[in-house]
């Protein structure tokens, strides 16, 4: 995947999808890549049709998806402009496609996400019955998409937490490398602090065994903490701006990442898949933040 290629964009007109085209316009401007903005129209027979639709039915929906494509295009035209004002004069204009596609906006992203640099949608829809996308779609894309995906929020408060930092929940898993690349990325391109959250165990382990039970508490703390720091040691090497703050958690890191997202601008976690059917759905730290945090959260796949 080449890091120039386009960040693409689900569109469907409601809040968190105008946010999630301003948060991915300003993504784009920092990363020199253009954006791909895509709309989906409802389908004969995809949910069933109701009796007694208007002949204009479908066409309506074309201009309606035509419109939706405008305004966000217009959205990502007045971030570009005002980051390449305040931020970079010397910048690039954005590059900004559109497309309006027959489908469910699932696998239309899905298809497109082959050749993107990121795959960015907002955190709710406006109703399936209409075509747009749904709540449903940014896990969905999640946990099948070959590149990052970013689920942004309805936020009110500007497209970024100004002055917050990155988080990044650090499993020590195969993968760990891709969570951490991204992350650093994010926080060099910000010219923010990354806070690394790291825990030794994803169950509730305080729960199962007690402190008197022969767990060696503080020798597993020194242990994952080393674990750690190298982990990140060479990330830490490629991006020197990046200031690193490094966090050891006893079990289940989503606590701890849903309580540092309230003051940053990015959470970046990664998405282990399982077999069988299992394999559809979000890791429990992913899935969980999803509900959770107010920030933009960014999901890697760690295969």
């Known amino acids: 995947m080449n890091a120039n290629t386009a960040i693409l964009v689900g569109v469907d007109g409601s809040a968190a999808s105008n946010q999630a085209v301003r948060w991915a316009a300003e993504n784009a401007m920092r990363r020199g890549t253009s954006l791909q903005l ?45 980051t390449r004002t305040d931020e970079s004069p010397q910048s690039k204009p954005l590059t900004i496609e559109c497309e309006l596609v027959t489908g469910h906006p699932v696998p239309v992203l899905l298809d497109r996400a082959a050749s993107a640099r990121m795959v960015v949608v907002g955190s709710r829809g406006l109703g399936e019955v209409t075509g747009d996308l749904l709540g449903a779609v940014g896990p969905a894309v999640a946990a099948h998409a070959p590149c990052p995906v970013a689920v942004v929020p309805a936020r009110s408060d500007g497209v970024d937490a100004l002055g917050g930092p990155v988080v990044v929940g650090v499993a020590g898993a195969p993968g760990t490398d891709h969570v951490l690349t991204e992350a650093f990325t994010e926080a060099s391109l910000r010219g923010t602090e990354l806070i690394a959250v790291h825990a030794w165990s994803d169950t509730a382990v305080a729960n199962v065994f007690s402190r008197n039970q022969g ?33 050891v958690v006893e079990d289940r890191p989503a606590r701890t990442l849903t309580e540092l997202a309230n003051l940053a601008q990015l959470v970046v976690v990664g998405c282990r898949g399982r077999g069988g059917f299992a394999s559809m759905l979000l890791g429990s730290t992913s899935r969980s933040l999803l509900h959770s945090v107010t920030c933009p959260l960014l999901i890697v796949h760690t295969h």
């Open 38 to 82: 895509v709309a989906t129209r409802f389908v004969a027979g995809t949910y069933g049709v109701p009796i007694g639709l208007p002949p204009s039915y479908f066409d309506d929906q074309e201009r309606e998806g035509e419109r939706t494509l405008a305004h966000a295009s217009a959205l990502a035209r007045d971030v570009a402009e005002s």
């Open 215 to 247: 767990l060696e508490w503080t020798s597993i703390r020194t242990r994952e903490e080393a674990a750690l720091a190298e982990a990140l040691a060479g990330h830490a090497a490629n991006f020197p701006d990046v200031k690193v703050r490094r966090t």
